[in-house]
């Protein structure tokens, strides 16, 4: 059976095609780790992830992050839509229940990168971003910056709900509370 050269380019041709269409639909390599977020205990962290304009970058179930001092997290499903100009979040438990919070397409255990400095690795070191204790803001309101530096946390989820937590550690709470019954002790003794 001899077939024409048209017929032979035209097949190579649709099988390139195919090729690239399944690559481009097994897509999550272009994720980049942009903010990063924890309180001193680490009990309450997050991770902000951030794509640029390719809208296929959606098979994270492919992948998994992971830290110097954790065991690799492995995305459990996929992201649905298209993911161009978008972020998706990573957060522990109970973080999109905080004021402020919002609820995080995926969630984390408590302590999932350290305090005292580590380096978070994306895809199996597709992208990696390593930080310092000095360099990470711990004070549950500060965020560590992809470029390192720091500002307001601000988590974005991949339904692009944003937020901003602020979250003091015991310690804090009980001093406010000691504050404020001292407050009620003092303000009913003036009324006597």
Do not use: C
């Not at 965020?143 to 974005?156: A, E, M, Y």
């Amino acid at each position: 059976m001899h077939l024409r050269r048209s017929t032979i380019a035209a097949l190579l041709a649709a099988l390139a095609w195919l090729s690239t269409a399944a690559q481009v639909q097994a897509a999550f390599h272009l994720w980049k780790i942009n903010e990063v977020f924890t309180n001193a205990s680490g009990s309450v962290q997050f991770i902000e992830m951030i794509n640029g304009v390719d809208p296929n970058q959606g098979v994270l179930s492919a992948t998994n992050i992971d830290s110097n001092t954790s065991i690799p997290f492995n995305f459990p499903s996929n992201l649905v839509g298209s993911t161009a100009n978008k972020t998706f979040l990573i957060a522990t438990p109970g973080f999109g229940a905080l004021p402020g919070g919002v609820t995080p397409d995926y969630t984390l255990p408590a302590n999932f990168f350290s305090v005292a400095g580590d380096t978070i690795n994306f895809g199996g070191g597709l992208d990696t971003l390593a930080f310092s204790g000095a360099q990470l803001p711990h004070n549950g309101i500060l965020s560590l910056n992809r470029n390192l530096t720091t500002g307001t946390n601000s988590p974005r989820n991949f339904h692009d709900q944003q937020g901003s937590v602020v979250v003091p550690e015991p310690s804090t709470m009980v001093l406010v509370g000691l504050a404020g019954s001292l407050l009620m002790i003092y303000r009913a003794r003036r009324r006597r």
